[in-house]
């Protein structure tokens, strides 16, 4: 059974950085891309960055290029998600999410991390 378990958010400032962790077990990951998705209040939920378990070769959102930066331990079967210089529009719940290299929908979900930031 799958399952992709993601550290705890919380409320930070403006200016903050802030390190989201996901935590994944039950299978090889070995033959899949992981991600990172986010949904903000009254919105759709966006895609953040995602990479390749194997390899490591990363992909970002436009809009999230410069203060994202994803990676993932294999040793430890964990992803990480990096946010520099928080915003408060940064305020969303944020998902970790795997799928495997062939298909192009995401099938496992974490529950979601809410992240909020005060001005």
Known sequence: ?????????????AGDSL????????????????????????KEREFVASIRWA????????????????????????????????KPEDTAIYYCAARHFLQTSYAYWGQGTQVTVSS
């Open 55 to 86: 390899g490591g070769s990363t992909s970002y959102a436009d809009s999230m290029k410069g203060r994202f930066t994803i990676s993932r331990d294999t040793a430890n079967n964990t992803v990480y998600l990096i946010i520099s210089t928080l």
């Open 1 to 13: 059974q799958v399952q992709l378990v993601e550290s705890e958010g919380g409320l930070l400032q």
């Open 19 to 42: 390190r989201l962790s996901c935590a994944a077990s039950g299978r090889s990951f070995s033959n899949y891309f992981m991600g990172w998705f986010r949904q903000a209040p009254g």
